[in-house]
């Protein structure tokens, strides 16, 4: 299973939108509504921020949004604040019933 | 509070074998489905198994079949990742990660594998 397609840096102002894509297959991100996205700050453990490509778990926050549209899954975080600076990582359920991530997108705010 | 820690971690040569376990609390953990997740160093995430809430359905990375198994104690709200035949390339932290339909909705801190002559 080939990892999901994320472009490596994404970068922004505070107060600006910015959106991570992530690309796959039909074996994966297109063939099921099971794409999850989650926050890595260095040196700690991930966090779930979006779940089943567009639901927000409680607690997070409502500038972080997620669609879908064929092979490609997209992450929009809105009102860039200096804390979202992280990386951030898209996964799939897949046809092998396996899971896979993307290879991540380190989000700069300028 | 959902709390899992992992632990087991450490350096081994390469052939050998390690096991993982992963700690549970603050949930019921005998309804929850859980992954290990590995990331090697400065790399991504990459998931590693899956075990269902009851251990009757599991399922593994290409990457690590046959050599790895998941296991879970439900008495012990323990995880557990018995690795085997290790690799330079299985060096990692390793996370556990609570599954939550068909995502990972609580993960550990981790714990580092490393192997190595």
């Known amino acids: 299973q080939s990892a999901l397609t994320q472009p490596a840096s994404v970068s922004g102002s505070p107060g600006q939108s910015i959106t991570i894509s992530c690309t796959g297959t039909?074996?994966?991100?297109?063939?099921?509504?099971?794409v999850s996205w989650y926050q890595q700050h260095p040196g700690k453990a991930p966090k779930l921020m979006i779940y089943?490509?567009?639901k927000r778990p409680s607690g997070v926050s409502n500038r972080f949004s997620g669609s879908k549209s064929g092979n490609t899954a997209s992450l929009t975080i809105s009102g860039l604040q200096a804390e979202d600076e992280a990386d951030y990582y898209c996964s799939s359920y897949t046809s092998s019933s396996t899971w896979v991530f993307g290879g991540g997108t380190k989000l700069t705010v300028l | 509070q959902v709390q899992l820690v992992e632990s087991g971690g450490g350096v081994v040569q390469p052939g050998g074998s390690l096991r993982l376990s992963c700690a549970a609390s603050g949930f019921t953990f005998n309804n929850y489905g859980m992954h290990w997740v590995r990331q090697a160093p400065g790399k991504g995430l990459e998931w590693v198994a899956f075990?269902?809430?009851?251990?009757?359905?599991?399922h593994y990375a290409d990457s690590v079949k046959g050599r790895f198994t998941i296991s879970r104690d439900n008495s012990k709200n323990t995880l557990y990742l018995q690795m085997n035949s290790l690799r330079a390339e299985d060096t990692a932290v390793y996370y556990c990660?609570?599954?939550?339909?068909?995502?990972?909705?609580?993960w550990g801190q981790g714990t580092l594998v490393t192997v190595s002559s």
């Open positions: 039909s074996s994966d991100v297109g063939g099921y509504n099971y």
């Open positions: 089943d490509v567009s």
């Open positions: 075990i269902r809430y009851d251990g009757s359905y599991i």
């Open positions: 990660a609570k599954g939550a339909g068909y995502s990972f909705d609580s």
